[in-house]
Nanobody, 115 residues
Framework: QVQLIESGGGLVQSGGSLRLSCAASDRTVSTYAMGWFRQAPGKEREFVAAIIWGSGSTYYADSVKGRFTVSRDNAKNTMYLQMNDLRPEDTGVYYC????????WGQGTQVTVFS
């Protein structure tokens, strides 16, 4: 069964930056698009950003536009999320998955932003 592996989270001060990575255990898994999602304590998981694997077109939630950048490395079959100007409200567990027909969710990576 394919596993999604997120990494790169951590503890960072407000205004700081982090870069998340997402890889699939099975490099042959087919995907048209991949996305980042996050879940804050006591809240539902929400969409953060997505990228169309072939074209590289990107989409963002309004709350992160201008601060976060999603990208992918086709050769490594890896997706990234560069997060700049982090705010306490960005705190949560970050997950990657296909926006449509999701794969089993991974463990996620914790991002904690303190002021």
């Amino acid at each position: 069964q394919v596993q999604l592996i997120e990494s790169g989270g951590g503890l960072v001060q407000s205004g700081g930056s982090l870069r998340l990575s997402c890889a699939a255990s099975d490099r042959t898994v087919s995907t048209y698009a991949m996305g980042w999602f996050r879940q804050a304590p006591g809240k539902e998981r929400e969409f953060v950003a997505a990228i169309i694997w072939g074209s590289g077109s990107t989409y963002y939630a309004d709350s992160v536009k201008g601060r976060f950048t999603v990208s992918r490395d086709n050769a490594k079959n890896t997706m990234y999320l560069q997060m700049n100007d982090l705010r306490p409200e960005d705190t949560g567990v970050y997950y990657c998955n296909r926006p449509a027909i999701p794969l089993p969710w991974g463990q996620g990576t914790q991002v904690t932003v303190f002021s």
